[in-house]
């Protein structure tokens, strides 16, 4: 299992060729009280850098990015009814969806989590 | 993710911003600060739902300092500022406040305000995005008798909630007697504090004018009181839409009309019936015929909110207005918006398609408030 991160303050968790992706805690906190979310259907195919859920808090809405291709295996169905797991549990019961891998190096160039929590403190 | 800019994706230059007087006092309780109306101010302290509902259960201070506050001295300041507003100010008795707008010659409205008669002169309390223009109007529309004094000096708070009362009552006695749109002249540690019973939030509290000097002691006697915490302007904000009350720059402005912002209260019945005001025919007019468009309360299906800027489609999909605020309701927990509709579609009830970002969203028209008022008002007294 590794985990990598984004500029765009994701997460990715890969286990196998099945990555889990959410937001950083740096960006639950920057938005505040999350009130929606919407992830994407299993089935639907995403590329690196398409929208791929929408995260909105009480002041603003933020469309999330597939830091990584491929098909979406799984939406977290939970965050419908309590899209406040994603302030309390953000890298962990707040994931938004699952993908299975189209292409592996496109992990290339992510931080791991010692560089994004460096980084983050520089934002 | 994408408009990632912190809270709010706030694009507004952080150059040349002003500081309130209780800039530092806000960082140290945990404010986070934002560009707002030229100042720097707290948008949130620990987040912006739990603050909100603090005020609807508890007492909230609102740092308000960056209003306008805008005294007139002169004779006949009543009938001179009557030609720019549409109330009744020559009815308004000493130490009694009044919502109000100030008008373009048109009827749109440049901005709205607090007006109060304070003895000989009137105080007026107008929004901080628009009070130098304001006062520019001001200065280019009112006869050369009529002198007026910008407090620059004054700091404003709001403290909110329905412990307001109380928690003000333990450090300036007799605040209590004041009724609902009514304000007087008090004194704590001997400084001076000009506080009226009004706000912004639908719940009981009151409004006090500070000296700059002052507000820092005066702050953190009102928040050393266990009921009462600081609030920021996300929850200032949310509050004010549950309520039902228009914000200048979103829901009103030069565009809008008094009728057309269902703002028919403001307007005395003696005006109604004289005109003499800026804009009068036209909103005598609008009275008379009702307005094209007309600002309504929506209840919005679902659980994503839709904001500023979406649009409103009638049955045909056709495009018959905006929404101009909206979001989450706290006290609801659903997103609830206001915006202008065709008149014929502004009927309680209504059935409307909203439009963000090309996703169609079902929402009813529905009276505002959303959460009612509780303000405190003397029994028999008339609103």
């Given at each position: 299992m590794s985990?990598?991160?984004?500029?765009?303050?994701?997460?990715v968790r890969v286990e196998g060729d099945v990555a889990t992706v959410g937001i950083s805690d740096h960006a639950q906190e920057a938005l505040g009280d999350i009130v929606f979310a919407e992830v994407p259907d299993a089935g639907r195919t995403v590329a690196k850098g398409d929208d791929a859920a929408v995260v909105e808090s009480v002041k603003a809405a933020s469309d999330v990015y597939a830091p990584v291709g491929g098909e979406v295996v799984e939406g977290n169905a939970a965050l419908a009814d309590d899209p406040s797991l994603i302030n309390r549990d953000p890298e962990g019961d707040g994931w938004f969806f699952k993908l299975k891998l189209s292409d592996p190096s496109e992990l290339e160039g992510l931080m791991d989590e010692a560089a994004y929590r460096e980084w983050v403190k520089t934002q | 993710m994408t408009g990632f800019k912190g809270l709010g994706g706030v694009t507004e230059t952080?150059?040349?911003?002003?500081?309130?007087?209780?800039d530092s006092w806000h960082r140290s309780k945990g404010g986070r600060m934002v560009p707002f109306a030229g100042y720097e101010m707290p948008v949130q302290y620990e987040g912006i739902m739990a603050e909100h509902l603090w005020v609807r259960e508890h007492a909230g201070l609102f740092d308000v300092s960056h209003m306008g506050q805008l005294l007139f001295h002169g004779q006949d300041i009543d009938r001179a500022l009557e030609s720019l507003l549409p109330g009744d100010l020559l009815a308004l008795k000493d130490g009694r406040l009044r919502y109000s707008m100030l008008l373009a010659e048109d009827g749109g409205i440049i901005d709205d305000l607090m007006a109060t008669r304070r003895g000989d002169h009137f105080y007026l309390v107008v929004n901080g995005a628009t009070k130098h223009g304001d006062i520019g109007e001001f200065e280019r529309r009112l006869p050369r008798t009529i002198a007026m004094d910008h407090m620059k000096e004054q700091a404003l708070l709001a403290l909110q909630g329905p412990k307001a009362v109380d928690a003000l009552e333990a450090i300036v006695a007799g605040v209590r007697e004041l009724s609902f749109m009514q304000a007087s002249l008090f004194h704590w540690n001997g400084k001076p504090l000009w506080i009226s019973r009004s706000g912004y939030t639908g719940e009981d509290g009151f409004e006090i004018s500070v000296s700059g000097r002052d507000v820092e002691a005066l702050a953190d006697a009102l928040v050393a009181d266990e009921r009462v915490k600081p609030i920021g302007l996300g929850a200032r904000d949310s509050l004010r839409l549950e309520a039902g009350l228009p914000l200048y720059g979103h829901d009103l402005d030069g565009g809008t009309t008094p009728v057309m912002a269902d703002l028919n209260f403001a307007i005395g019945k003696r005006r109604r019936a004289e005109g003499g005001f800026a804009g009068a025919l036209r909103i005598m007019a609008e009275l008379e015929n009702g307005p094209v468009q007309k600002r309504v309360g929506l209840l919005v299906d679902g659980r994503q909110p839709v904001r500023e800027g979406a649009l409103i489609l009638d049955s045909e999909g056709s495009e018959i207005g905006r929404v101009t605020s909206g979001g989450h309701s706290?006290?609801?927990?659903?997103?609830?918006a206001m915006g202008y509709v065709a008149t014929a579609q502004s009927e309680a009830g209504t059935t409307l398609t909203l439009e963000q970002r090309g996703k169609l969203f079902q929402a009813t028209v529905a009276p505002t408030p959303f959460v009612p008022h509780r303000y405190h008002r003397k029994q028999g007294a008339v609103a």
């Open positions: 985990l990598y991160f984004t500029k765009e303050h994701e997460w | 952080t150059e040349n911003l002003a500081k309130l007087p209780l706290p006290s609801l927990g659903r997103p609830i």
